[in-house]
């Protein structure tokens, strides 16, 4: 089994910066892309950043510039920095990795449990 632990959310003012982390451990291979989603009460979940393995990534227009995924592939962790929060960021954000258990078998991908981010003055 694989399971990914999220850390770091929390209540922040506007303008506030936080750092999310999240880690994963198991029976595991290798890992593809970590990512980071967001959902926010009444909305569908969304993608924020994604980083593959060799340090590729992509953003969400809604967070570049502000937002900075990064990984650490010895530690199989994936973290996210937030910078000049807004409101608007306010969400349960996820955390997402492609995982292979072992050389056979095919990627699947995995979800945290999520942790509360609450941007609000």
């Known amino acids: 089994q694989v399971q990914l632990v999220e850390s770091g959310g929390g209540l922040v003012q506007p303008g506030g910066s936080l750092r999310l982390s999240c880690a994963a451990s198991?029976?595991?291979?290798?890992?593809?892309?970590m990512a980071w989603y967001r959902q926010a009460p009444g909305k569908q979940r969304e993608l924020v950043a994604a980083v593959t393995s060799g340090g590729a990534t992509t953003y969400s227009d809604a967070v570049k510039g502000r937002f900075t995924i990064s990984r650490d592939n010895a530690k199989n962790a994936v973290y996210l920095q937030m910078n000049s929060l807004k409101p608007e960021d306010t969400a349960v954000y996820y955390c997402?990795?492609?995982?292979?258990?072992?050389?056979?078998?095919?990627?699947?991908?995995?979800w945290g449990q999520g942790t509360q981010v609450t941007v609000s003055s």
């Open positions: 997402n990795a492609g995982v292979r258990r072992d050389w056979l078998s095919n990627e699947k991908h995995y």
């Open positions: 198991g029976s595991i291979f290798s890992i593809n892309a």
